[in-house]
């Protein structure tokens, strides 16, 4: 920042404060535990920044019998508290109750841990991905809903316009799964993660987080195992198909190489696949 | 930008950056040098301190978001004159503490899980202190004195609501 000139900080109110501070240039500013890395990166701090957590609408969670719905500005462990024991959120409580550490949980954001560009590692990613989350985003257009594929994938250039306000779930999952793999337990980010949940036809959806540079579903894994018999939920025929249909490309990082993360993968999936069998909504099988 | 807060139960005004790290406003502003900046980035809860009873990383939190807060800082849990957190005089007691970098924020991060976590079980304390590095005592000597108050106060009846900060 120039010397002299002075930071602005907006703590909005309402999304409309929000938006406005956003169409004048300032940056979102959710829990901080990305942004005030930033230096650490050798990125300057935004010279004006919105601040969302005075928004009450964006700071709680709708828990209702069809569907969930959870502000942008949800930490990690409100999400686990208010999800916590709800069939079929197994994996996305686990997500946010294992991700980072428990100091980062109880500031890091829903929105925050979606936004961070360039972060490969978020568990929330791919936990939101096997629940087909929407993600409402306001936009200077007015709002906008959009699948959480879509949101991810496109969210460079979704986000010099928006903010993300809430996640919408439907209630339509019977059991999910969140396995994650960091090298050590301290709060390191995860080297791969698996995120699985079976839905009401029992079909079966996987997402992967931290191989790739953006999460995404496993679509080639969940097709041969939908041709399979439904019994095919067994960890070690599953982790065979996923062994078959490994089409992810691991990116090289700091905590581990590209080839390491993709390789780890049928294990995970054989671990999910377990932990799926362990809950109470798949007892059918 | 000025913010004004609680700092240890004293209203405290800042005109200042509103982007600057919490932690450092606390050691080199207000000498509340128990606070330690160590990695800055989240990973080692040397910083850690109470914002609004939750123990939370104050490298990471600009001063901004603190505005209207209370703040506690290991200064504010005992000044040392008086006596000691029952989480602290177990630490004493069974010798935890080593070189005592990590200290302040184990403490900050253990004396708010143990108000709240009363009936915690010893891999539930392991999991309350994954974002507290310490590398001189090891890890058991600290978990066995949480152990022991949590212990000590559910005999004594204080529980009921937690142990108290
Ligand atoms: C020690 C440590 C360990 C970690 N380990 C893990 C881990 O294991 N798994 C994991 O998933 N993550 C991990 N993280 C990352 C952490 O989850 C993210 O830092 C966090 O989720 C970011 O959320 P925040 O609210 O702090 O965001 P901020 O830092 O406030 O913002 C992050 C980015 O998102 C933008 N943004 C925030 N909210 C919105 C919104 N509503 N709309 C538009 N843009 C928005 C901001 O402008 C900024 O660019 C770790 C972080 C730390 C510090
Ligand atoms: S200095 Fe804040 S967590 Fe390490
Ligand atoms: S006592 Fe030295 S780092 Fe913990």
Redesign the pocket.
Known sequence: MAPGVERSFTAASTIEEALAARRQGA???????????DPRRGVDLPEAVVA?HRIPALSKVEVEPDHVVIG??VT?AALGRALRGSAGFEGLVAAAEG???PG?RR???V???L???D?A????APALLVCEATVELQTFEGPRLLGISDFLKDRHAL?TE????RIHLRRDLIASAHIRL?LRQA????VAIVSLAVDRNKRCRIAVGSVEPVARRWTALEQAMAAGPASALDPQRVAELALEHNDFQGRDGKEADGWYRRQVLPPLVKRGVAALLSTEGVAWL | MVVTFQLNGEDCRLDGDPMTPLVDILRQERFLTGTKAVCR???CGACMVHVDDEAVPSC?KPIGLVQGCAVTTIEGLSSGNQALHPLQANFEAADAVQCGMCFPGMVMSLSAFVRDNPHASRPEIKAAMVGNICRCTGYERIVDAVADCLDQARKAGQLAGGIHV
């Open positions: 940056s979102v500013l959710a829990g901080g535990t990305w942004m005030m890395r969302l942008a500005a990690h991700a980072a550490n980062i500031v890091a954001t929105g925050g841990n936004c961070a560009l972060f590692a978020a568990d929330l986000l928006a903010i993300v306000t960091p709060g390191d980010y995860p | 980035e989240g990973f990471l």
